[in-house]
């Protein structure tokens, strides 16, 4: 009879782990948290600390009025990437004082958090437009915090690398800029021509700083940290090394992708190469990813197309890309994270989840699946 009962018990275990390890990740479904309710963190990014998972992103409202940052910063905690604990409001707005940086009502898009080990800090960096200025802006905000989950506070906001040329700085940008340095530009597709370098963005904003708009982090191997971002009217991607804190640019910095309008950037590192995801520039509309690889963080970078295949490979499954997060413990495995934006009712985006694949010449490439799990990297 003991015999019997132990029996029943081990089938009894080996059914809770079938059903666990069959859990499932469906890409562009409502996505619940531990209470039943869409995860509400767009525009994210992923951090890995200590044994667990931390997905922090944009917490949008209902209608129009959720492109505006309402709320602040959310963040969710997960073991295994498929099931999200709510940790609540990582970064608050603030409320009481419409001139602060982040007052109520600002453009506050994209924030990522890097764990510094030497400083033993959680650091927050986010893409910053002022209240009423629309996109002129162009600000990178900083925050910190003791503990992954917050609460953050707000350390400051400006424009990188004031007064710094990049490492391939162009002898053009250093002369002094003309009056046909217009304010703006019009950069994306089928908007021509983009500007040539005689138009010299990059010398108009030398003294006061380069503007910053769609933004990511990367942590390399040897622990420094790199701020990729939008910049030039969105025409030309910066890729800046951070201070040994990572509060602040170090002043090392490159252009790379000079006009071809790349926004939502996200880097990661296979096998000692780089590789970048991103996007053109239309507005809340899809368009066909891009992908980059190169020898070092600062490049060469070299183009190698949309790495999406199959249908709606063009639109990259009707998504943008905002991080790329490497799966703990597992070989070759990369996830990419996208956004669904629903401008018109933000909170209802959704998120396109997918494992990246690698081609025979180590090309990571990503198809569509109307259902996966974790065991695609067994």
């Known amino acids: ?31 619940a948290d531990n209470n039943g309710i869409h ?12 044994g667990s998972y931390y997905w922090f992103g944009e917490h949008k409202v209902e209608g129009k009025k959720g492109n505006k940052a309402m709320v602040g910063v959310h963040c ?3 073991k295994n990437l498929v099931d999200w604990k709510d940790e609540g409001i990582a970064l608050e707005v603030i409320k009481d004082n419409p001139q602060h940086d982040i007052t109520e009502g600002c453009v506050l898009e994209r924030p990522k958090v890097i764990y510094n080990v030497q400083t033993k800090k959680f650091v927050m960096w986010f893409h910053l437009e002022l209240k009423n200025r629309g996109y002129d802006a162009a600000r990178a905000g900083v925050a910190i915090s003791d503990k992954v989950t917050g609460p953050f506070e707000f350390v400051k906001s400006f424009r990188p690398n004031a007064g710094h040329w990049p490492k391939n700085v162009k002898e053009i940008h250093k002369q002094p800029v003309g009056t046909d340095v217009l304010d703006k530009y019009c950069g994306g597709l089928g908007c021509l021509p983009a500007h040539p370098d005689s138009v010299n963005i990059l010398g108009r904003d030398f003294e006061n700083g380069q503007m910053a708009r769609d933004q990511n982090l990367f942590v390399d191997d040897d622990g420094k940290a790199y701020h990729i971002y939008s910049s ?34 996200a880097v990661f590192k296979h096998k000692s190469k780089y590789f ?6 239309t507005g809340w509309d899809p368009n066909a990813a891009r992908l980059a690889w190169a020898p070092s963080i600062f490049g060469p970078w070299e183009e190698l197309g949309n790495p999406c295949v199959g249908d709606e490979a063009n639109l ?8 790329v997060t490497p799966v703990q413990g597992k070989k070759d495995a990369f996830i990419y994270l996208g956004d669904r934006w629903k401008p018109e009712n933000a909170i209802d985006g959704r998120y396109i989840c997918l494992p990246f694949q690698f081609n025979k010449s180590g090309i990571p490439y990503l198809k569509w699946m109307d259902e996966w799990s974790l065991d695609i990297f067994e």
Not at 276 to 281: G, H, N
Not at 316 to 323: A, G, H, I, K, V
């Open 1 to 31: 009879m003991k015999t019997y009962y132990l029996f029943i018990l081990s089938i009894f275990l080996l059914l809770i782990s079938c059903k666990q390890e069959s859990k499932t990740i469906k890409p562009g479904e409502i996505w």
């Open 39 to 50: 995860i509400n963190a767009h525009g994210g990014g992923i951090l890995f600390n200590e």
């Open 76 to 78: 969710y905690s997960s």
């Open 232 to 265: 030039e009217e969105n025409s030309t991607l910066h890729i800046s090394q951070l201070t040994d804190d990572y509060l602040s640019e170090s002043g090392n910095f490159t252009r790379v992708f000079s006009e071809r309008y790349m926004e939502a950037p």
């Open 276 to 281: 970048l995801i991103a996007s053109d520039c």
């Open 316 to 323: 990259t499954f009707r998504s943008q890309s905002t991080f």
